[in-house]
């Protein structure tokens, strides 16, 4: 097993009606800036519960953080923070109301020019100002991790941040709220989390053997749950099984000691970028093709999930590419396409080049878990995806 550091100072609060302890997590005289999305949280009675927990704080608001949040957007609200003189942030959303909030945490202590600079030059935030996190929408794990991804449409980019002052101070995780959640995101939630298992899992085998343990714990409770995460939202074990396996994906514990890939993800960014396909999407349609692209480095490891997670038997070959059609056949199972195809873009043909030359506008292309995916394996990879 590979050396690892590992520190989770995010206090989680996991249930129901955890949002009564959000008053006393937040010092009473801290001036709050309370960050939302569209307005789902006032649709679904979070907003009215976070107002009245905190009705003895100074709270200003800002809402309409979209989907995939935007640079210039969050610009407005840095302006908030510096005009009211906030201290305190609290990110009530999905993956892009709290991405958008740890961008404003880090941007609001930065002490360079241009906070774009954070994202255009990889900059670590050792130190950002305190947030707490209420989750809304269980998928990306952001509500206990260090990372954000942040856009900026005007030049076409989608961006990574993070760094040891990016974990929110508290997450309060209610499974309640899965109710509330349309089709559309229950099955972006189930194809992100799966996602982030295995771009951490499907790399060759290693002697961490606990590790692949509970990336198949995972994997396998995704699949069990994900016909009644569509069918029951409301139903509350189901419920939270779901927001639990979203966050044990990506609250970095499945990563250490262990290869990672990653570059499923490094792709999706560039198509959220290009065309505003939503991101679990874009993983569905960069996942079947690139793992069918590796199959020879993948083998052992496809085989293994494929015997394990999904009860398949035979030579490893054949078990391996079996996996990866039922992998597909699981996202679309759950209406989520896996080809660029099935997105309504303009000139389909064209989007390998386009994509391959927007990655490498930004950096040069190298990803996987061998660092051997270059410009010419992203082309053929979705190339196979069209
Ligand atoms: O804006 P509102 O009105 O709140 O509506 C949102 C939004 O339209 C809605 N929604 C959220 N909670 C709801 C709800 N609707 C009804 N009931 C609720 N309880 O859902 C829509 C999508 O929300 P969004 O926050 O965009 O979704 P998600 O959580 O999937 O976040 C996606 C973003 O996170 C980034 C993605 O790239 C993308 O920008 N990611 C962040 C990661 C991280 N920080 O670790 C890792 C991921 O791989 C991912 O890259
Ligand atoms: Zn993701």
Same mark, same amino acid.
């Given at each position: ?172 995780? &209610?499974? $309640? ?9 229950? /099955?972006? %939630?189930?194809?992100? *989390?799966? =996602? ?64 990672? &890939?990653? $570059? ?9 970028? /290009?065309? %505003?396909?939503?991101? *679990?999407? =874009? ?77 490498? /506008? ?25």
């Amino acid at each position: 097993m590979m050396n690892f550091n590992l520190e989770l100072p995010t206090h989680l609060f996991f249930g129901k009606e955890q949002h009564l302890q959000i008053g006393n997590l937040i010092p009473v005289n801290a001036k709050i800036l309370m960050t939302y999305g569209g307005g789902s949280i006032k649709k679904n009675g979070v907003y009215q519960n976070i107002r009245a927990a905190l009705k003895n704080h100074q709270v200003t608001e800002f809402g309409g953080i979209e989907a995939n949040p935007e640079y210039s957007t969050l610009c407005k609200a840095l302006e908030i923070i510096k005009t009211e003189k906030i201290d305190f942030l609290l990110a009530v959303g999905g993956g892009s109301v709290i991405d958008g909030t740890k961008f404003l945490s880090s941007a609001a202590l930065f002490q360079g020019e241009d906070p774009w600079e954070i994202l255009d030059k990889g900059i670590r935030t050792e130190t950002g100002m305190p947030f707490g996190v209420v989750l809304t929408l269980p998928a990306t794990g952001s509500e206990m991790n260090s990372g954000a991804v942040i856009s900026r449409k005007e030049i076409g980019q989608k961006r990574a941040m993070g760094g040891p002052g990016l974990f929110p101070k508290f997450s309060i995780s &209610d499974p $309640s709220v899965v109710a509330s959640l349309p089709q559309r995101q229950l /099955a972006n %939630g189930l194809v992100d *989390a799966f =996602t982030h298992v295995m771009e951490q899992y499907m790399t060759y085998p290693t002697s961490a053997t606990l590790q692949d343990r509970i990336s198949e714990g995972i994997l396998t409770t995704l699949i069990e749950i994900a016909p009644k995460v569509m069918d029951a939202p409301d139903d509350y074990n189901t419920a939270a099984n779901f927001m639990w396996c979203c966050n044990m994906a990506l609250n970095g514990i499945i990563q250490k000691g262990v290869p990672n &890939d990653w $570059s499923i993800h490094g792709i999706g960014h560039e198509l959220t970028a /290009a065309y %505003g396909i939503d991101h *679990a999407r =874009t993983l569905a349609i960069v996942l079947p093709s690139m793992y069918r692209y590796k199959i020879n480095q993948k083998q052992e490891k496809l085989a293994q999930y494929g015997r394990r997670v999904l009860g398949l038997s035979g030579d490893d070959l054949s078990i391996a590419s079996e996996a990866i059609d039922r992998t597909e056949a699981f996202f679309n199972s759950l209406g989520i396409g896996t080809k660029i195809t099935d997105y309504n873009i303009d000139k389909p043909q064209e989007f390998p080049a386009k994509i391959c030359d927007a990655m490498e /506008a930004q950096r040069a292309i190298i990803l996987g878990e061998h660092k051997d995916i270059k410009r010419d394996d992203v082309f053929n990879v979705l190339n196979m995806a069209i």
